[in-house]
């Protein structure tokens, strides 16, 4: 399916990870794992970044994510959590640019 600007729509993947505060969580992108098949080094190689956003509630995403490769970081195509907080509730989107 076409997007907006040519762009293509890759769907949406609803996963809710449960996790306890305080332990360590690992999100995927689910533009490269399942029924998509989109690769990360093919994705890099071509020279698109991957970008990161989260929105509390049912609203547009905001800016994106700033990661402080502590706490929360970016790695290939997953961000990290170490540890989850309370504040980490939400929803992430991730997009190749």
């Keep these: 399916m076409q997007g907006v600007e040519g762009c293509t729509d890759w769907s949406v ?3 809710k990870y449960k996790v306890l505060l305080g332990e360590p969580v ?3 992108c689910a533009l490269f794992y399942g029924y998509i098949r989109a690769n990360y080094t093919h994705a890099q190689s071509a020279g698109l970044s991957l970008m990161w956003y989260k929105s509390a509630g049912h609203g547009d995403f905001e800016e994106p994510i700033s990661f402080d490769g502590t706490r ?3 790695e290939e195509d997953a961000i990290w959590f170490r540890p989850a907080e309370l504040g980490d509730v939400g929803y992430y989107s991730c997009v190749l640019r």
Aim: aromatic share 12%.
């Design 26 to 28: 690992r999100i995927k």
């Design 13 to 15: 993947d609803y996963l």
């Design 72 to 74: 929360m970081s970016k």
